[in-house]
């Protein structure tokens, strides 16, 4: 069972940024990948970004391509995904998963995730 708590959401300018963090906990050693999620209101929940948990290979859907930066720093089990020149478009509740072994080559699809945070909100405004 892995337990995830995201962070760092909040209010900004377009044009700002954001960072969100997404801590994991309770046994990480089947670890796939770690995802970013969101989902805007009355839209279904779309795929931002995922990073592989051991190689630090990074995924990224191409609405946020060049604008955020998935990635890994010195916290063994902590992903951050960096948020640039955010855009009212952005605005969502921001949720990370992870995906667990065996080797899945989908990352983009919420169904091979199984392990969900509660979700963050970000809100940029025009």
């Known amino acids: 069972q892995v337990q995830l708590v995201e962070s760092g959401g909040g209010l900004v300018q377009a044009g700002g940024s954001l960072r969100l963090s997404c801590a994991a906990s309770?046994?990480?050693?089947?670890?796939?990948?770690m995802g970013w999620f969101r989902q805007a209101p009355g839209k279904v929940r779309e795929f931002v970004a995922a990073?592989?948990?051991?190689?630090?290979?990074?995924y990224y859907a191409d609405s946020v391509k060049g604008r955020f930066t998935i990635s890994r720093d010195n916290a063994p089990n902590t992903r951050y995904l960096q948020m640039n020149n955010l855009r009212p478009e952005d605005t969502a509740v921001y949720y990370c998963?992870?995906?667990?072994?065996?080797?899945?080559?989908?990352?983009?699809?919420?169904?091979?995730?199984?392990?969900w945070g509660q979700g963050t909100q970000v809100t940029v405004s025009s």
């Open positions: 998963a992870v995906q667990v072994q065996p080797y899945n080559p989908i990352y983009s699809r919420e169904s091979t995730y199984r392990y």
């Open positions: 309770g046994g990480t050693f089947s670890t796939l990948r």
């Open positions: 990073i592989s948990w051991n190689a630090g290979i990074t």
